[in-house]
């Protein structure tokens, strides 16, 4: 399965990524690759005030992101440790 996806992200989840230690960072960013790739992932819709957006869970991180309206593009909002996520 080929979703030919990609990925926005947006500038506040860049800095995030960039402060987290290099190995984790590297495991954060071929996770949303691999779910662009072949749809394999821990995704789950989110509700409440994150309703329209949905998380990619990596280890202690999630990876919170929306997907574009009839395009292949995902934008990614935000990288948060779990227990800050939400």
Do not use: C, Q
Request: glycine share 12%; hydrophobic share 40%.
């Amino acid at each position: 399965m080929s979703l030919k996806l990609h990925f926005v992200w947006a500038s506040s989840a860049r800095a995030e990524l960039r402060k987290i230690e290099r190995e984790t960072a590297m495991r954060i960013l071929l996770a949303p690759t691999r779910y662009g790739e072949t749809g394999e992932g821990d995704v789950k819709a989110l509700e409440g005030k994150f309703t329209g957006t949905h998380r990619l869970r990596v280890g202690d991180w999630r990876v919170r992101f929306r997907r574009a309206r009839g395009g292949g593009a995902i934008h990614v909002l935000a990288v948060e440790n779990r227990g800050e996520a939400y």
